[in-house]
């Protein structure tokens, strides 16, 4: 039983840290944060997680080993291309507006894209495979996953997940508690260098496209 607890901490505590780094599904949350729309944010942070369980589950039960040939990563990551040049082009064109960034802001507040937003933009990247793939050898090396039978792998999945969600909805939550503090300029300068940086994230797919077509010729 404390083997499992152990586990489970030890996958919660390296989803909550790999969730650290700025990517497009943290920048699609804190636009609607930061805009007011707490449960559009967090439907952000579910369409992700329900992306990287997918791939959890990938990566731990191999079910979906036609992921690992070139062409298909490399379509991936154009399509990944593909969705921050056009969310880059959108959030650079509301930063002109700051005083439609508001509650008012129908666009942010619509559910259903949220989740298809967090979900699109987490599923456009399979190498997220290799983070799963190394927290089980860092798990094994630690003695937490040796045995790993089906049950342990669930839970280092389910752990996983809960960590990268958790470290989301916390930064969710301090972004909207302290929305009130932006001043609507601050706010639409905040979005302007948001879409620069989904602009430069979209060369790390970029570069994906060229690597996996090269591995594929």
Not at 3 to 13: C, I, K, S
Not at 47 to 52: I, M, N
Not at 86 to 97: G, K, M
Not at 198 to 205: G, H, I, R
Request: aromatic letters at 16%; proline letters at 5%.
């Amino acid at each position: 039983m404390m083997h499992n607890v152990l586990l489970f901490l030890f996958a919660w505590g390296l989803g909550f840290v790999a969730a650290i780094p700025v990517g497009p599904s943290q920048i699609e949350m804190a636009k609607r944060a930061i805009s007011g729309h707490r449960l559009a944010a967090a439907l952000v942070v579910a369409g992700s997680a329900s992306s990287d369980l997918i791939y959890g589950c990938v990566a731990l039960f191999g079910i979906a080993p036609f992921l690992e040939t070139p062409w298909v990563l490399a379509t991936f990551n154009g399509v990944g291309v593909v969705v921050l040049w056009i969310l880059a082009f959108v959030t650079v064109r509301q930063s002109r507006r700051p005083e439609d960034l508001g509650l008012k802001n129908a666009s942010f507040g619509r559910k259903r894209w949220a989740w298809v937003t967090g979900f699109s933009l987490a599923a456009t990247n399979p190498p997220i495979i290799l983070s799963w793939i190394l927290g089980v050898a860092l798990a094994k090396r630690l003695g937490l996953a040796s045995p790993f039978p089906a049950g342990s792998r669930a839970l280092f999945v389910v752990g996983g997940v809960l960590g990268l969600a958790s470290y989301l909805f916390l930064l969710g939550v301090v972004l909207y508690r302290f929305k009130r503090f932006f001043p609507r300029e601050t706010i639409g300068r905040i979005y302007f260098w948001l879409g620069i940086t989904l602009f430069v994230l979209s060369f790390y797919f970029a570069f994906g496209v060229i690597r996996f077509l090269r591995l594929g010729t």
